[in-house]
């Protein structure tokens, strides 16, 4: 069965820091694996997705994520942290098939300090 | 603009009323994805449907109920069956050919029992 894990329910950082959100997985078969972000009573927003190729993938509003088959990891990071990237992080995975569903996480809160 | 609506927004009911919740896309999807939020779990699966008049469980569909009887419309409806409705119900949609699998979601339904 797939699942994901995300280890920390929250992050602190000061603004200006790196961070890392920390997401592992569990899929037979090649990943499909995703970040999203959550605002207060808010929708889910794509930020970036690793299906192969390059182990570091790039996505929106300066975050990356890094694949990593041998820990079966795919870390959530950012070179400087903002007080506007505080809010609710889920790592996602996906087998093989498309248009089966999304298998999320717990979610981690971001909160950045200023 | 392309996109997934959900309505209403916010939904007050008492107990032992079934209620609805409309979920309508424009973005051409295949694939549409109804999951359940509550704080601490993540998100949860209580259906989903590849295509018009099929659909599939998901992990917590006892006291839900869905129809897909148009590809734009996947509307769920929580019964007096269910137990715990009170959560934050989110409504996504993916395509299927072509697709790498990210899901695009729509602002969310929150629901409340009196």
């Known amino acids: 069965a797939q699942s994901v894990a995300q280890p920390e329910d929250q992050v602190n950082v000061a603004e200006g820091n790196p961070l890392t959100v920390k997401c592992t997985y569990s899929?037979?078969?090649?990943?499909?694996l995703f970040w999203y972000v959550q605002y207060p009573n808010r929708g889910l927003q794509f930020l970036l997705k690793?299906?192969?190729?390059?182990?570091l993938v790039k996505g929106s509003y300066g975050f990356e994520a890094e694949f990593n088959k041998s820990q079966t990891s795919f870390h959530l990071k950012k070179p400087s942290a903002l007080v506007s990237d505080s809010a609710l992080y889920f790592c996602?995975?996906?087998?093989?098939?498309?248009?089966?569903?999304?298998?999320f996480g717990k979610g981690t809160t971001l909160s950045v300090s200023s | 603009d392309g996109g997934i609506t959900q309505s209403p927004k916010y939904l007050f009911r008492k107990e032992g009323q079934n209620v609805t919740l409309s979920c309508e896309q424009n973005l051409n999807h295949d694939a549409m994805y109804w999951y359940r939020q509550d704080p601490g779990q993540g998100l949860r699966l209580i259906y989903y449907s590849q295509i018009v008049n099929d659909f599939q469980k998901g992990d917590i569909a006892e006291g839900y109920s869905v129809s897909r009887e148009k590809k734009e419309s996947f509307p769920l409806t929580v019964t007096s069956a269910q137990k715990n409705p009170t959560a934050f119900y989110l409504c996504?949609?993916?395509?299927?050919?072509?697709?790498?699998?990210?899901?695009?979601f729509g602002e969310g339904s929150r629901l409340t029992v009196l």
């Open positions: 996602a995975v996906r087998g093989n098939q498309a248009g089966t569903a999304l298998i």
């Open positions: 899929v037979s078969g090649n990943p499909y």
């Open positions: 690793y299906i192969t190729g390059d182990n």
């Open positions: 996504a949609s993916s395509r299927i050919q072509g697709s790498t699998g990210e899901l695009f």
